[in-house]
């Protein structure tokens, strides 16, 4: 099997457990870093660069990882282009649903294949939910619900390990809640409407760190997505918070744990040590290698992935304006 090569394009808080990823997959080869802090890039690959343009200029590769802050996501992507690369692009997309759509275009354009590496959706105990629904072991959903907790927003230094959450406009629903909202789809599909309620309790950050959203499927099922970073509903909860799944025949829980429940007894025990939340970036990175050999689509191919950023935007604009909103 041919080895694939490629760079990793962003070396800050989130970018090891990617590499510790990429290591653990076969014929993955990642020979070059990019990040303005060039000690950073050298430490996580053989050839560092400090700008993504020196890196492309320099570097046969196959493939760019992309781990930087949304607002370089457009501009990466355009350079990935010129040079026919594929793309696993870490959420959130972009500022805006105009950009995140402008990144779907470039790759469709340029014939490349662009990936969002959504990782919550790949969580194992998601995984095991939309097999259990699917084999219909709780017959037809009825409704659900996820309890989205970490306890570090309080304070006056909330959210240490990225303290740049502090100062963005969009919080809460654009950088968190971005994954139930996904994940609901995984399982689900598609929002016809959804309406939101947030607030901002700590008066340290900028944007908003309550929220919650009420939401309807294109098949009818209504559901909650329920978010704050106050309290931890077990010691750094694997879910970040748990999960419940109701159906005609049955109930399926997440635990805070990450055990899958159904009906009150155990269908599945989360005993995955290794990686980021249940491996979930190694899964959501083997899924990009896989498609990539096969020609398989994406799960969350830029332009599937864009009714995940409209689901977002519909939540912002619900909680302004008071009202339901269609994604």
């Not at 950073?40 to 560092?48: F, H, I, L, N, V």
């Not at 077990?234 to 109701?246: I, K, V, Y």
Request: contains cysteine; negative net charge.
């Amino acid at each position: 099997m041919t080895t694939l090569r490629g760079a990793v394009i962003g070396c800050g808080f989130f970018a090891p457990f990617h590499l510790d990823a990429w290591r653990r997959i076969e014929c993955v080869e990642i020979v070059a870093a990019c990040d303005p802090d060039l000690g950073r890039a050298e430490a996580a690959a053989p050839k560092a660069y400090a700008s993504v343009h020196a890196l492309l200029a320099n570097e046969t590769i196959d493939f760019l990882d992309v781990v930087t802050r949304p607002e370089t996501h457009l501009e990466i992507v355009e350079e990935a282009a010129r040079h026919h690369l594929a793309v696993i692009c870490q959420k959130p997309m972009a500022p805006t649903l105009a950009e995140a759509e402008r990144m779907a275009e470039i790759a469709a354009e340029a014939g490349i294949r662009l990936m969002i590496h959504e990782n919550w959706r790949w969580q194992p105990w998601y995984r095991v939910v939309h097999q259990a629904i699917e084999a219909g072991d709780i017959g037809q959903p009825v409704t659900y619900r996820f309890r989205i907790r970490k306890r570090d927003g309080f304070g006056d230094s909330p959210y240490p390990a990225q303290p740049y959450f502090r100062d963005m406009a969009r919080l809460l629903i654009y950088e968190t809640l971005v994954h139930p909202i996904d994940t609901a789809r995984f399982l689900f599909g598609d929002f016809k409407e959804i309406t939101a309620t947030m607030d901002k309790r700590n008066p340290i950050v900028r944007g908003e760190d309550f929220a919650q959203l009420l939401t309807l499927h294109g098949s009818g099922l209504r559901g909650i997505i329920d978010g704050h970073r106050f309290t931890d509903l077990a010691l750094d909860s694997p879910p970040l918070g748990d999960a419940e799944f109701e159906g005609e025949s049955g109930v399926l829980t997440v635990t805070a744990t990450g055990d899958v429940l159904r009906n009150n007894r155990i269908l599945w025990q989360n005993c995955v040590k290794a990686g980021y939340r249940g491996d979930s970036v190694r899964a959501t990175q083997q899924h990009f290698v896989d498609c990539l050999r096969t020609g398989e689509r994406f799960e969350t191919a830029a332009a599937d992935y864009l009714q995940t950023y409209r689901a977002v935007t519909a939540a912002y604009a619900s909680a302004l304006e008071r009202r339901p909103a269609v994604p």
